[in-house]
């Protein structure tokens, strides 16, 4: 972390393993849109795709000022592909489909971004760090709210399973990330 913690500090240790996926997030989360722009021809998608790119890189500068290049997941590649894919493929299928994919990812990263300011409640040293990830929650919700209002079409079986799937990746890729 790019501030005077102490190291010796149990948080100081699991916090930078969890800036480190929040952070492998971040990045997936600017592919996602990028795969929404590559695929996607209708105006709402674009329009909602590109104004959201937007804040997900401001995330990612946010993360990457308190997280040195030293600590980032080696595995970079591997987020911007995956998250490519989980933007193109329901881009692919319907604007439903990516409003409805939006909405599981950004229900995740709520979750995720949760527990890592709940922990952080009691400890005002980490207090501007939790700070900044109260600030990406926040965009976070409202990202995850328009999508559900945008969805026309209500999820089949087929986009349910996808969102499932979604999901879990999501789950085994903070996993990872907190490793590598
Ligand atoms: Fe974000
Ligand atoms: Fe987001």
Request: with cysteine.
């Amino acid at each position: 972390m790019r501030t005077n913690k102490p190291k010796t500090d149990g948080t100081y240790n699991w916090l930078q393993r969890e800036l480190r996926t929040d952070h492998a997030g971040e990045t997936g989360a600017i592919a996602i849109y990028d795969g929404i722009l590559a695929m996607s021809s209708c105006k709402k998608v674009r329009g909602f795709a590109t104004k959201h790119r937007e804040t997900e890189k401001r995330h990612l500068q946010h993360i990457e000022s308190i997280l040195p290049a030293s600590q980032r997941s080696l595995l970079l590649p591997l987020w911007r592909i995956a998250g490519f894919c989980t933007g193109a493929i329901p881009a692919l299928i319907s604007s439903s489909a990516v409003f409805a994919t939006i909405e599981a990812v950004e229900s995740f990263v709520d979750s995720h971004y949760s527990q890592q300011i709940d922990r952080l409640s009691d400890k005002p040293l980490y207090s501007d760090i939790s700070d900044i990830l109260q600030e990406c929650r926040q965009d976070e919700l409202e990202h995850r709210d328009e999508a559900v209002k945008l969805q026309v079409l209500a999820p089949d079986v087929f986009v349910r399973g996808w969102c499932w799937l979604v999901g879990f990746g999501s789950v085994i890729s903070v996993a990872l990330a907190r490793r590598v």
